[in-house]
């Protein structure tokens, strides 16, 4: 059916809710790509095959992912008048004891995690709430409120949470001046890491001359270490899909494009499926809610270069083109795809829209710092205890994300540095812990929020090796058409690798130093002259590291292969042999029982040792 | 039956250091015709000379090898040291033992293999030489370039500032070729058109050069120094007084473009299978650029590489240059020119995999496959390659195998991993 009318979708957002919590039982499996990583479909077969076994009458459903991806594969169960209960870790063995105890009529507690006393609180159950879980009552959900929650691939589930609303609401009742009115006001900036406000970006493509206009979504996510956009994609991607279709009424649009990784054939299924839901429900397409709006969306996936997603860069592979960006001095909100006016915005950019404009203005500026509003989500990985999606009013500090929400550093060891920005960001070290994170805090000291990646590091990690890891991957992802990106992270690529081996000399930092300043002088886009800053903020806060590795020839975290040394604690070793079944070279030899000794002349030093041993008897010099 | 000296030339350390060079003598006499052969320090000063003239005397040779330097250097040397000594000029061949050998190499034994290799070769070519008598003729002092690309118009430019009268053939109705065709210059990216257009200008306006557009060569004949050649100038029929190349006629011509299709370029020829596999791709989109990318993505899905037939049929029904199809295949990591593997293994080199060890599980791939990052198995098993970034970081370090992600992974994982798709 079409939607035509308010009381058309009160109607669906009925049915919606009797979806989401239904008379039945409902059980529902997180499907997203870090679920399925970690073995969700066996989960779900299992599911399927114990309901089946134990004649069950319960509606089997899939989500996506809750930003906790540490606890996965997750599964929840929602019966009715009892809280929704989140089992955690699960495998296929778990899965059957806690549907056979469904079926006697009790709830198993062994594998449960948390409780969500969301239209019910239960307090004789007796399973840790939602709310005294660490990792998510310091965050503000807003954008991720029900990712993880709905099923993505039902409009009716997102109607449920009020989703197409706004676009009624705007449809009806607002012009698109107002619209663009409202958005500048609520201090929206992208969140696709320049943090250029989202109104006045609309303003100018709407004023700009030249017809058609587009909208585009850029979910092409190339910051390694950030997934925010996927996770969006995948578990709401209806709440993008609005934003853009308010997007589009607001500057005059009525074609638009979602360019998605490739690397994300699930986020690229999920909004597929959202379009042509929505183009049934009459919500995009044609005559959208019998408005006389008319808006289409194509979805054009990328297909494995970084540089595409600099705008001019995506708006090239999109005409079918080598995506190579353009010189800004014309800005795309004038010229953009084939040279027409074209706003371009960050998924996440996008799903906040809606939310703008159902809960008001003030409710958003509310949130966040003088200069940044709202939150902003981060993906909270490497060496850190809870790994994940966390999304925080902007402003919180570092330290309450690393240790409040991240619960701090795996096996007690010491935090040496925090990454944000991805390539074109920096690394912190432990004296920003209390700087307040927003857009322009971040870019005082020397990083940026980029898209939102923050790979939380420890003493293991070499910062020299960072710094060299960022620059091959820019060697490989620059596009070679101006010379200071193309030539300049070479040379300086192969200036740290020398470094790395041992091999580097003291002049070398200055030579660093040079080419860092005169890439970001001269490049032609942010890549480039953003790509030294890994380079500039490991030279500024780590220089010692540098220099130990130039004089003393050493790597202190016991990361770069030339300059350590593997050996065996023969006091700290037990004798249990694991190491030498591993060792590639069989360079361990020993009895059982006895300490183990390593031969260096046969060791290549693979680390697959240093893994292997359970009691830190490997040591790495 | 020839008599042959051979010569070989130290060069001081320059040949010496890298050829043994009185073995490399030694090693001639095994040719029959050489009667005589011999090394010395510098063949080319003064008892250098002695020692060629001396030998063509004692030894009554009538060729001489000369193994030294480059023959642009000391060719005319040798020549003169070996007609003084009583050998026709171009009874005198020389073997390159310096740039093309002790220069270039650095394993002492393989160099002198090759040096030998060298001096046979000149040896072989000399033996077959006759005696010459340099004659005079008379020459037409005049030029013609065939051809109006960057090339012909540099030569035309140069031939007529030297003062040569000159002329330009080009067949097609302006000159400017390839480069006229190209936005960019390999490799520092310049301008195509600033480098081509002023030169344009200039061969036009050289009062040496006359240009004939539009025409072709029929016939040549003569000789060097006397050629005859017919050129046949196509019907335009405009007044080219008037003409400003404005190109409004071409644009207005029912037929237009004609001249440029290049009919010679070999026709596709696919398979029926594979036709038919395309056109169902295709069908899918519009034919048009914009969908380059995505049906470019289906085939390398279906075939698991980019077939070149393929692509300049893609090209050629979405009507757009076959390079451009080419620059996409080679610009974005995933497409692929040679078959990937039945199973391909992404290894995410994210940040967050970065740190966690994702070049350790790297290593134990590469141990385990027995290639390297981005080869493929000899049996088309499997291709391992690495990506930026899965968007799984919270289960770092991961890979993919044929799109299944296996998460929290340690090196001793991987043996176990690659079993299931044995």
């Known amino acids: ?621 | 039956m020839s008599r042959i000296g051979v010569f070989i030339c130290w060069c001081g350390a320059n040949i010496s250091y890298m050829v043994d060079c009185p073995k490399v003598a030694k090693e001639m006499y095994r040719h029959p015709n050489v009667i005589f052969s011999t090394d010395y320090r510098y063949m080319c000063s003064d008892p250098g000379r002695d020692l060629i003239m001396n030998s063509i005397k004692e030894y009554n040779l009538d060729r001489v090898v000369v193994a030294s330097c480059s023959p642009r250097m000391h060719e005319k040397t040798f020549r003169s040291f070996s007609q003084a000594g009583g050998v026709n000029w171009y009874m005198c061949e020389m073997a390159n033992i310096r740039d093309q050998c002790s220069w270039c190499h650095s394993n002492y034994d393989k160099a002198t293999q090759k040096a030998i290799d060298l001096v046979l070769m000149a040896i072989a070519k000399v033996n077959k030489n006759k005696p010459l008598t340099k004659m005079k003729a008379p020459v037409t002092n005049r030029a013609m370039v065939v051809g109006g690309g960057i090339t012909g118009i540099q030569a035309a430019i140069d031939l007529g500032i030297a003062g040569y009268e000159t002329v330009l053939v080009e067949k097609t109705p302006s000159i400017g070729g390839k480069m006229a065709m190209l936005d960019k210059t390999f490799p520092t990216l310049d301008c195509s058109a600033c480098i081509l257009t002023p030169k344009m200008v200039e061969v036009a306006q050289n009062e040496n050069v006359t240009m004939h557009t539009y025409s072709e060569i029929e016939e040549v004949g003569g000789y060097i120094g006397n050629f005859e050649v017919k050129v046949r100038k196509k019907a335009r029929s405009i007044d080219e007084d008037e003409c400003t190349g404005c190109g409004l006629c071409a644009s207005n011509c029912l037929v237009k473009n004609i001249a440029y299709v290049d009919k010679k370029r070999r026709a596709i020829e696919l398979e029926p299978a594979d036709l038919e596999k395309i056109n169902n791709i295709i069908k899918n989109y519009t034919a048009s650029a914009d969908n380059l990318l995505a049906i470019m993505q289906d085939i390398q899905a279906e075939y698991r590489y980019i077939p070149q037939d393929i692509l300049r049929y893609v090209a050629e029904r979405l009507n757009i240059p076959a390079a451009q199809a080419y620059n996409i295949a080679t610009f974005f990591s995933i497409f692929s020119l040679t078959p990937k593997g039945e199973n391909v293994v992404n290894v995410c080199l994210g940040t967050a995999c970065h740190v966690k060890g994702a070049p350790m599980i790297m290593d134990a791939l590469e141990r385990e496959l027995g290639i390297k990052d981005g080869e493929t198995t000899k049996d088309l098993k499997y291709t391992l390659q690495s990506v930026r970034c899965l968007g799984c970081c919270a289960l770092a370090p991961v890979i993919t195998v044929n799109g299944v992600a296996h998460g929290n992974l340690k090196s001793g994982d991987i043996a176990g991993i690659l079993k299931q798709y044995a």
């Not at chain 1, 239960?122 to 409120?145: A, H």
């Not at chain 1, 499926?273 to 969306?297: V, Y």
């Not at chain 1, 993906?379 to 994940?388: A, E, F, M, R």
């Open chain 1, 1 to 621: 059916m079409k939607i035509r009318s308010m009381k058309d979708l009160e109607k669906i957002k009925e049915e919606g809710k009797r979806l989401i919590y239904p008379e039945k039982t409902k059980i529902t499996i997180g499907m997203s790509t870090c679920n399925i990583a970690t073995g969700s479909e066996n989960v779900l077969k299992a599911v399927e095959e114990t309901v089946k076994r134990n004649n069950l009458d319960v509606v089997i459903s899939k989500s996506a992912c809750m930003g906790f991806c540490q606890i996965e594969p997750i599964m929840d169960i929602i019966q009715p008048g009892k809280p929704r209960i989140i089992y955690q870790k699960l495998n296929p063995l778990k899965v059957s004891e806690i549907i056979d105890d469904l079926s006697k009529g009790s709830i198993n507690t062994k594998y449960a995690f948390y409780k969500m006393d969301i239209k019910v609180k239960d307090d004789s159950i007796n399973i840790t709430s939602y709310k005294d879980i660490g990792f998510y009552n310091k965050q503000e959900k807003i954008v991720l409120e029900y990712c993880g929650i709905i099923d993505p691939e039902s409009i009716e589930e997102y109607i449920a949470t009020d989703g197409y609303f706004a676009l009624h609401k705007v449809l009806t009742a607002a012009s698109p001046e107002q619209i663009i009115e409202n958005i500048t006001k609520s201090g929206l900036r992208g969140r696709g890491g320049g943090g250029f406000p989202a109104g006045i970006k609309w303003n100018t493509t709407k004023r700009a001359p030249g017809e058609p206009k587009y909208v585009v979504c850029n979910a092409d996510e190339g910051d390694p270490g950030a997934y925010m956009d996927r996770s969006l994609l995948e578990g709401n991607p209806h709440s993008v899909l609005e934003g853009m279709i308010i997007g589009a009424y607001a500057i005059g649009s009525s074609e638009g494009y979602v360019y998605v990784r490739t690397e994300y054939p699930l986020a690229v299924q999920n909004i597929n499926i959202a379009i042509s839901r929505a183009k049934e429900m009459g919500l995009l397409g044609e005559n959208i809610l019998g408005s006389g709006f008319n808006f289409d969306l194509k979805v054009v996936r990328g297909a494995g270069a970084f540089v595409c997603g600099e705008s001019t860069a995506l708006f090239a592979s999109v005409e079918g083109r080598v995506g190579e960006p353009r010189a800004k001095y014309i800005r795309s909100a004038e010229k953009g795809l084939w040279d027409k006016p074209t706003n371009l915005n960050n998924v996440e950019t996008w799903a906040n829209v809606p939310l703008i404009i159902n809960r008001g203005v003030k409710w958003y500026t509310d949130i966040g710092t003088e200069g940044s509003k709202g939150t902003k989500i981060f993906s909270l990985v490497g060496k850190i205890n809870n790994t994940g999606l966390v999304e925080v009013s902007m402003g919180a500090t570092l330290r309450q994300i690393i240790y409040d929400i991240g619960g701090g550093i795996p096996k007690g060891r010491k935090f040496k540095a925090v990454q944000t920005g991805g390539p074109s960001g920096g690394c912190l070290p432990e004296e920003f812990l209390d700087i307040p994170v927003d857009f322009d805090e971040l870019t005082k000291v020397g990083s940026m929020m980029g898209s939102g990646g923050m790979i939380v590091m420890d003493d293991r990690t070499c910062m020299v090796d960072v710094a060299k890891f960022f620059l091959d991957f820019l060697k490989d992802e620059s596009c070679g058409k101006c010379v200071p990106c193309r030539e300049g992270v070479v040379q300086m690529h192969a200036i740290l690798t020398d470094i790395c081996n041992g091999v580097g000399k003291e002049e070398d930092i200055e030579i660093l130093t040079d080419l860092s300043l005169t890439l970001k002088d001269a490049a032609l886009c942010a890549l480039g002259t953003t790509a030294a800053n890994p380079v500039l903020s490991t030279l500024k806060h780590f220089e010692n590291e540098y220099y130990e590795h130039i004089r003393d020839k050493k790597c202190c975290a016991g990361v770069c292969k030339e300059l350590v040394t593997y050996a065996i604690d023969s006091e700290k070793c037990k004798g249990c042999g694991l190491c030498a079944k591993d060792c590639p070279q069989d360079a361990i030899t020993g009895e059982k029982g006895k300490a183990y000794s390593l031969d260096i002349s046969k060791c290549v030093k693979c680390g697959v040792c240093f893994e292997a041993c359970k009691f830190e008897a490997v040591i790495v010099k």
